[in-house]
C-alpha cells in the first residue's frame, strides 16, 4: 500500500478517541433517559389522574363504592351532624314532656345506628349524585387554585385550603328527615376538610406548575435519550439496546418502591384516626393507580426491548427464533404492514398504562413499532432468505435444531 493509499484509510477510520468515548456518551445517555423517565411517570399522573376533573371525578365516584370509605365518611358526617346540631335537644322536643331528659341519652344511643344508616344513605342515587357534584365543582376550583388561575368554591382563608363538603351533610340531613329549621342552622362550611395548609400553597403550584410543563415533552424526550445511545453504539448497539430494556424495568420497579413507601407515610401523616386508617389506603390505593399502571407498564417494555435486543443476538436461541419467524418476516410489504397494523389494534385496545391516550406516547410506540419490525426482517432476509413456512414447520415436528 502506498502512502496516499494509507492516509485515505486513515482518513476513513474512525478516531479511536472518538470510538472509545462513544460507549461512555452511550452510559450517561442511558443514566439522564432512566431518571426522566420517572419523572415522566409522575408528571403524566399529575397531568392526566391528579389534575384531570373527570378522570377525579370517576376515581371518587369509585372511592365511593369502597366499603371503607363509605363507613369513614359516614363517620364523619355523623360527627358533623353532632357537632353542628343538639340532636339530644331536638329529640327531647319530639319527646313527651316528662321524658324530654331522655333525649341527650337517647341522641347519644343512636348514634351507631345513625352511622349505619348514613352509610347505607352514601349508597343511593341521591347521595351519589351529591357526592359527584361536590368533588366535580371542588376539584375544578382546586386545579384553579394549584395552576394559581381564579379561586372560588374552595377557600384558602384561615391558613388554609379547604375541601366544602356542606351540601353532602345537608343532603344526609334531609334524607334523615331532620327539619327545615334545623337544615337552615347548618352553617355552610360545616363538614370542611383540610386538603393542605395554605403555608405550602406556592412551593404546591411551583411543583404543579414544572410537572405540567414536563408532561409535554418527557416522554418524547426519554425516547429521544434511549434512541440517541442505541444509534451511536455503532456496533454494540445489541448490547446497548439491552442496557435500555434493563434500565426500563430498573425505572419501573423503582416507582413501585417510592409509591409504596410514599402512600404507607402519606396515610401515616394524614390519619389522625387508626380507625380512619384502612379508607385512607383504599383511598391513596385508587388514587395512585395510574402511577401503578405506568410503573408496570414501564417493566413490561423494558422486558420487550430486552428480549429484542437478545432477539438480535447470535445465540443460538435467537438465530432458531429468527429462522422459526423468517418465512412470515419475509412476506411482501404489504402482508407485513398487516400484521403489524393488528398488533397496533390489539395495543390500542389494551392501552397499556394509558400509552395511546396521548398523541405523543402514540406516535411514539408506533414508530418503535415500524423500527423493530423493519429491523428484524432486514436481519431475518440476510440471514434466511429462502427458509419457507414448510421447512419451519417440518423442522419443528422433526424435533430437530433450527439453527
Given at each position: 500500500m502506498d502512502t496516499d493509499e494509507q492516509e485515505a484509510a486513515d482518513d476513513e477510520a474512525p478516531e479511536p478517541a472518538v470510538a472509545s468515548r462513544r460507549p461512555r456518551v452511550c452510559v450517561w445517555l442511558i443514566a439522564v433517559a432512566t431518571v426522566l423517565a420517572v419523572v415522566s411517570v409522575l408528571s403524566t399522573w399529575v397531568r392526566t389522574q391528579a389534575l384531570d376533573t373527570d378522570t377525579w371525578v370517576r376515581m371518587s365516584d369509585e372511592l365511593l363504592e369502597q366499603e371503607e370509605v363509605r363507613s369513614t365518611l359516614a363517620a364523619h358526617l355523623v360527627d358533623v351532624l353532632y357537632e353542628q346540631i343538639d340532636l339530644g335537644a331536638e329529640l327531647g322536643d319530639?319527646?313527651?314532656?316528662?321524658?324530654?331528659?331522655?333525649?341527650?341519652?337517647?341522641?347519644?344511643?343512636?348514634?351507631?345506628?345513625?352511622?349505619?344508616?348514613?352509610?347505607?344513605?352514601?349508597?343511593?342515587?341521591?347521595?351519589?349524585?351529591?357526592?359527584?357534584?361536590?368533588?366535580?365543582?371542588?376539584?375544578?376550583?382546586?386545579?384553579?387554585?394549584?395552576?394559581?388561575?381564579?379561586?372560588?368554591?374552595?377557600?384558602?382563608?384561615?391558613?388554609?385550603?379547604?375541601?366544602?363538603?356542606?351540601v353532602l351533610v345537608r343532603a344526609v340531613a334531609e334524607r334523615l328527615g331532620?327539619?327545615?329549621?334545623?337544615?337552615?342552622?347548618?352553617?355552610?362550611?360545616?363538614?370542611?376538610?383540610?386538603?393542605?395548609?395554605?403555608?405550602?400553597?406556592?412551593?404546591?403550584?411551583?411543583?404543579?406548575?414544572?410537572?405540567?410543563?414536563?408532561?409535554?415533552?418527557?416522554?418524547?424526550?426519554?425516547?429521544?435519550?434511549?434512541?440517541?445511545?442505541?444509534?451511536?453504539?455503532?456496533?454494540?448497539?445489541?448490547?446497548?439496546?439491552?442496557?435500555?430494556?434493563?434500565?426500563?424495568?430498573?425505572?419501573?420497579?423503582?416507582?413501585?418502591?417510592?409509591?409504596?413507601?410514599?402512600?404507607a407515610r402519606l396515610v401515616d401523616a394524614v390519619v389522625e384516626n387508626p380507625a380512619n386508617e384502612a379508607a385512607a389506603q383504599v383511598a391513596a390505593e385508587v388514587v395512585t393507580r395510574l402511577i401503578r399502571e405506568m410503573a408496570w407498564s414501564g417493566i413490561l417494555y423494558g422486558i420487550v426491548l430486552a428480549g429484542f435486543a437478545l432477539l438480535l443476538g447470535e445465540w443460538r436461541w435467537a438465530v432458531a427464533?429468527?429462522?422459526?419467524?423468517?418465512?412470515?418476516?419475509?412476506?411482501?410489504?404489504?402482508?407485513?404492514?398487516?400484521?403489524?397494523?393488528?398488533?397496533?389494534?390489539?395495543?390500542?385496545?389494551?392501552?397499556?398504562?394509558?400509552?395511546?391516550?396521548?398523541?405523543?406516547?402514540?406516535?411514539?410506540?408506533?414508530?418503535?413499532?415500524?423500527?423493530?419490525?423493519?429491523?428484524?426482517?432486514?436481519?431475518?432476509?440476510?440471514?434466511?432468505?429462502?427458509?419457507?413456512a414448510a421447512d419451519v414447520w417440518a423442522s419443528l415436528r422433526s424435533g430437530r435444531s433450527t439453527a
Amino acid at each position: 500500500m502506498d502512502t496516499d493509499e494509507q492516509e485515505a484509510a486513515d482518513d476513513e477510520a474512525p478516531e479511536p478517541a472518538v470510538a472509545s468515548r462513544r460507549p461512555r456518551v452511550c452510559v450517561w445517555l442511558i443514566a439522564v433517559a432512566t431518571v426522566l423517565a420517572v419523572v415522566s411517570v409522575l408528571s403524566t399522573w399529575v397531568r392526566t389522574q391528579a389534575l384531570d376533573t373527570d378522570t377525579w371525578v370517576r376515581m371518587s365516584d369509585e372511592l365511593l363504592e369502597q366499603e371503607e370509605v363509605r363507613s369513614t365518611l359516614a363517620a364523619h358526617l355523623v360527627d358533623v351532624l353532632y357537632e353542628q346540631i343538639d340532636l339530644g335537644a331536638e329529640l327531647g322536643d319530639r319527646l313527651p314532656e316528662e321524658l324530654e331528659g331522655l333525649g341527650g341519652p337517647l341522641a347519644g344511643a343512636l348514634r351507631g345506628a345513625l352511622t349505619d344508616s348514613v352509610e347505607r344513605l352514601l349508597g343511593t342515587d341521591a347521595i351519589r349524585t351529591a357526592w359527584t357534584e361536590t368533588n366535580r365543582t371542588a376539584h375544578e376550583a382546586l386545579v384553579r387554585i394549584l395552576r394559581d388561575e381564579t379561586r372560588d368554591a374552595i377557600s384558602t382563608s384561615d391558613g388554609a385550603v379547604t375541601l366544602e363538603l356542606g351540601v353532602l351533610v345537608r343532603a344526609v340531613a334531609e334524607r334523615l328527615g331532620l327539619s327545615a329549621d334545623v337544615l337552615d342552622r347548618l352553617p355552610d362550611d360545616a363538614g370542611s376538610v383540610v386538603v393542605f395548609e395554605s403555608s405550602e400553597l406556592a412551593d404546591v403550584q411551583d411543583a404543579v406548575a414544572l410537572l405540567d410543563l414536563l408532561a409535554w415533552f418527557s416522554f418524547v424526550l426519554v425516547v429521544a435519550l434511549y434512541a440517541l445511545a442505541v444509534y451511536l453504539a455503532g456496533d454494540h448497539r445489541p448490547s446497548v439496546l439491552r442496557s435500555v430494556g434493563l434500565s426500563l424495568i430498573a425505572a419501573g420497579v423503582f416507582v413501585l418502591l417510592v409509591r409504596s413507601i410514599a402512600t404507607a407515610r402519606l396515610v401515616d401523616a394524614v390519619v389522625e384516626n387508626p380507625a380512619n386508617e384502612a379508607a385512607a389506603q383504599v383511598a391513596a390505593e385508587v388514587v395512585t393507580r395510574l402511577i401503578r399502571e405506568m410503573a408496570w407498564s414501564g417493566i413490561l417494555y423494558g422486558i420487550v426491548l430486552a428480549g429484542f435486543a437478545l432477539l438480535l443476538g447470535e445465540w443460538r436461541w435467537a438465530v432458531a427464533v429468527r429462522r422459526t419467524v423468517a418465512p412470515a418476516l419475509n412476506s411482501p410489504p404489504t402482508t407485513v404492514a398487516a400484521g403489524v397494523l393488528g398488533l397496533l389494534v390489539l395495543l390500542v385496545w389494551w392501552s397499556p398504562g394509558r400509552a395511546f391516550q396521548s398523541w405523543t406516547t402514540a406516535l411514539t410506540l408506533v414508530l418503535l413499532l415500524v423500527v423493530a419490525t423493519v429491523a428484524l426482517r432486514r436481519r431475518t432476509i440476510a440471514e434466511f432468505s429462502d427458509v419457507t413456512a414448510a421447512d419451519v414447520w417440518a423442522s419443528l415436528r422433526s424435533g430437530r435444531s433450527t439453527a
